[in-house]
């Protein structure tokens, strides 16, 4: 490799557009997930299952399994009573919010409140012959009522998912800036829509799959999970453990978007059996095992009121969310949806701000964090509410943008909810996207189209995340009260013969930052990249880290191995000089050489510094301690917060109903790129992902608690047939957070693309009287709109959309062939 002089630090790796060092071993098939762990004496579990919403359990009788030739043992709660210290975890407890949080135990204890809810634990010497036994485990149920419905679920004598707590209302929280009330009140104009973001799941490529070792009084997890150090600190008040008695690794990681942000029961299970018999237990999930009981993501209707002048200037957003939680907590579930608020009033100057959530038990599993986590849901309300606001205004999206966007003058912005935007120039996105899209030329093409029989149209973008998390004293006990900091951590070794290795608390699995990070070490150390390893994964190396997850990899992340880089580049210095007979603040490092300032001829290189450091020589002062390694922990101030501006093309088919995208173009900010290559790699993943939501994706219950969409025969995920090329531009707007300047773009095209999608389609389908629509866009519902009244499926139910919360009524549940439109 050669560095070009782009770039900050030593010799302008940072920049450039170099491939993923991570990449060769994973295209090649060499790669090593935890399903590729073969330890000897392994014996493999099969999870006994509750077919049953709500039921509680008569009887369990595990005797013809256990005969089963094969199996070692079966196990229930009852058998594991002394095996576990406490429930499973949720680290939510804001201050002044009571919340009704029900105990989850790895398996059931004598009820089980959704669909795959793990009652036993069948153990075997492979297996299939633990999953054949699993099916010979007899679980006597008396069934129970379930509620699906989170509106239904907080009506009066709705069935209780947990009886204890006398209603399923789980908590309420409100945040509130200026008097939106009273903004409503006074306004020109007044739109309400009821919006719904409905269920979906994270389906990485990589289900879920943990494998335990026990040696001596010590374990060994091995876990496809985003959070390795998390997983062991919650999992030793799980199994009553000391941590330093726990491992936990994460070899490669086949994608999570999130659903591997989770500490899991089967984590717990595995350990404790593995310690139990001292033997290896190995778990993996089937495809239909991640989707019924790996976390979803979303699930909320929210009610949104815009109000704002004639002119089009947005006085106040209120809200409401109902936000259908499942029927048990992971680490975060009722907090996720409350994650979106910093950003309510997206990029737009609104004073006044009234946000109301509510979270609801349902007989579902429980939603969590899944891509975006809350931000896509504020973005999408936001975002299609601006397009309905033109509508009701007459005016056009992209005026009725720039007339609210805060300006670029103006930051860091204040939200009125005490929220601090750090930089932002969301003029600037808008314009260069428009640089790619002319507008006026769209519209005259549309036109011809129509005339011909095509409905193509445009949706519009324009957002604003937050994420980086986080500010430990922003997010701990005394700020939203979450009891977990998120700060990161870095170690950064320099060997005695000039190659490094950087450790990170971050766990990429697909991001890249083996490459990302490598560059930026390199940078600061007068490097090759090649010549930088990343660790990142194992809590035996490295110090304590908080894993992968909200876009803070890099913010956080990245950061901090810039900071122990550089403090590493600082002794580096300080060994040079020594030698050089110079002053540390007279050597530069330039080129690749550390050179005395002025005198370039007078120069070392790491390998000759590294030698020094390792094998110090006698001019070597002996105040300059041997070695050549730092470290850093790194805390940020604040958020940060990227942006952009996305256009949707996309053509529907008003005999079929087929929405087919047809062009995106992405122009995001997330500071100065580290590597491009890997952010236009996130921005693809991202938008398919928010692509396959507003087209495809949805998780569909029935009205008994029976999961419709269990594999991806109906749960229909995007192909590379059912995404166009991307175009993507950038701008780059430092962000004065942190010294790289740099914010997060994980997320981002997730949180840019449903309401671009949604909005595509409402303004390809105006000329037949669709004014708006709910996701998923499905074939079936896109019909029902055209051949609606305009505002809504022809058929409704109690003022609510057919389908909308996946209950498998005609018209949910996303496209399947037969429909014309599904992918799969
Ligand atoms: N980057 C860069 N320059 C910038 C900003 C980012 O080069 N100015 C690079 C980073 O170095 C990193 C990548 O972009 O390699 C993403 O960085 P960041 O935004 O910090 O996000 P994280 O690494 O923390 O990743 C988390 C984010 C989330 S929350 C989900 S969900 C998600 C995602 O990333 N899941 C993914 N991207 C995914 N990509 C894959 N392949 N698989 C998943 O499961």
Not at 186 to 200: W, Y
Not at 492 to 505: C, F, K, L, Q
Not at 712 to 734: G, I, K, Q, S
Not at 750 to 775: E, Q
Request: proline share 7%; glycine share 12%; net charge negative.
């Amino acid at each position: 490799m050669s560095p070009t002089s782009r770039g900050t630090g030593g010799n302008g790796w940072v920049g450039q557009a170099i491939r993923r060092k991570e990449d060769p071993p994973l295209i090649k098939g060499q790669g090593k997930y935890t399903d590729d762990m073969y330890l000897p004496g392994t014996l493999h579990a099969a999870i006994v299952r509750s077919p049953e919403a709500n039921a509680t359990i008569g009887s369990i009788d595990t005797s013809e399994a256990a005969a089963y030739p094969g199996v070692t043992a079966v196990f229930t709660s009852e058998d594991l009573a002394e095996d576990f210290a406490g429930p499973m975890a949720m680290v939510w407890d804001p201050p002044g919010v009571d919340i009704n949080t029900p105990e989850q135990w790895p398996l059931a204890k004598g009820e089980v409140k959704h669909v795959g809810q793990a009652v036993a634990v069948v153990l075997a010497t492979d297996r299939a012959t633990a999953v054949d036994a699993a099916e010979m485990v007899l679980v006597e149920y008396e069934t129970l009522p379930a509620v699906v419905d989170p509106e239904k679920a907080l009506e009066d004598g709705s069935p209780l998912v947990h009886e204890a707590f006398g209603t399923n209302r789980t908590h309420d929280w409100a945040i509130a800036g200026g008097d939106a009330e009273q903004a409503i009140a006074d306004a020109d104009v007044v739109v309400e829509r009821r919006i719904v973001n409905h269920r979906t799941s994270g389906a990485p490529i990589e289900p879920r799959c943990s494998v335990a070792d026990a040696q001596g009084d010590s374990v060994t997890l091995y876990s496809s999970t985003q959070v390795p150090h998390i997983a062991r600190f919650v999992l030793s008040g799980v199994l009553g453990m000391s941590e330093d008695k726990i491992r936990v690794v994460a070899p490669d990681v086949g994608g999570g978007f999130g659903a591997k942000l989770q500490v899991y029961g089967e984590e717990a299970l595995v350990l404790a059996l593995a310690r139990k018999l001292g033997r290896p237990v190995k778990w993996t999930e089937t495809r239909s095992e991640h989707m019924t009981t790996s976390h979803h993501g979303r699930d909320q209707i929210a009610n949104v009121t815009f109000a704002a002048t004639s002119e089009g200037k947005v006085t106040a957003i209120k809200l409401h969310a109902i936000c259908d939680l499942g029927a048990y907590f992971g680490l975060l579930t009722p907090f996720i949806p409350e994650l979106g608020f910093p950003v309510t009033n997206g990029c737009y100057d609104i004073p006044n701000l009234k946000l109301d959530f509510t979270g609801v038990f349902t007989n579902k599993f429980e939603t969590d964090a899944i891509r975006g986590a809350g931000r896509p849901e504020v973005t999408h309300w936001i975002e299609v509410m601006m397009d309905q606001l033109a509508a009701e205004l007459d005016l056009d999206p992209v005026e009725l943008r720039r007339r609210n966007f805060i300006a670029a003058d103006a930051f860091p912005y204040e939200t009125p909810l005490g929220i601090f935007y750090d930089s932002g120039n969301y003029q600037g996105t808008l314009d260069k996207l428009l640089e790619h899209v002319d507008m006026d030329a769209f519209r005259r093409e549309q036109a011809e189209l129509r005339d011909q029989g095509t409905y193509r149209g445009i949706g519009l973008s324009t957002y604003v995340e937050v994420c980086g998390l986080a500010p430990s004293r922003a997010v701990g006990p005394q700020g939203v009260g979450l009891q977990a900091a998120f700060w990161e951590s870095a170690m950064v070794r320099v060997h005695p013969s000039g190659s490094a290795t950087a450790y990170t608390g971050t766990s990429p699995h697909g991001q890249g930052h083996d490459t990302g990070f490598a560059q930026i070490v390199a940078d600061r150390l007068g490097i090759d990249p090649e010549n930088v390893d990343v660790l990142h994964g194992d809590t035996d190396q490295g110090p304590f880290g908080w894993g992968t997850y909200g876009s803070r990899s890099l913010a956080v992340g990245g950061e901090s191995v810039g900071r122990a880089a550089e403090r590493v580049q600082d002794k580096a210095k300080k060994i040079c000089a020594a030698l050089l007979e110079a002053a540390p603040e007279d050597i530069e490092l330039a080129d690749g050489k550390y050179q005395v300032r002025g005198s370039p001829d007078k120069s070392m290189t790491m390998v000759e510094i590294a030698g020094a450091a390792h094998i110090p020589p006698n001019e070597l002062p002996t105040d300059i301690e041997p070695g050549l390694e730092e470290t850093s922990f790194y805390d940020p101030e604040n958020f940060v917060f990227p942006f952009g501006a996305h256009a949707c093309v996309v053509d529907v088919d008003v005999e079929t109903g087929k929405v087919e995208v047809v062009r995106w173009v992405a122009v995001d900010d997330c500071g100065p790129a580290i590597n491009p290559m890997l952010i236009d790699g996130q921005i693809h993943g991202g938008v398919t992902h928010g692509i396959g939501q507003a087209l495809y994706e949805q998780i569909v219950y029935d009205e008994d608690g029976q999961l419709v969409t269990g594999s991806f025969v109906d749960y229909a995920l995007p192909t590379a047939a059912e995404v166009p090329m991307f175009e993507t531009d950038r701008t780059e707007t430092p962000s004065p957070v942190n010294r790289l300047g740099v914010k997060g773009v994980g997320e981002a095209g997730t949180i840019a693309a449903t309401p671009a999608v949604v909005n595509a389609v409402t303004d390809a389908l105006k000329p037949l009287g669709v004014t708006f629509m709910n996701m998923p866009l499905t074939p079936m519902r896109v019909l029902e709109h055209i051949q609606g009244d305009g505002h809504g499926p022809r058929a409704t139910e109690q003022g609510r959309e057919i389908g909308e919360h996946g209950q498998g009524a005609a018209g949910s549940g996303p496209a399947s062939p037969g429909e014309g439109g599904g992918s799969l």
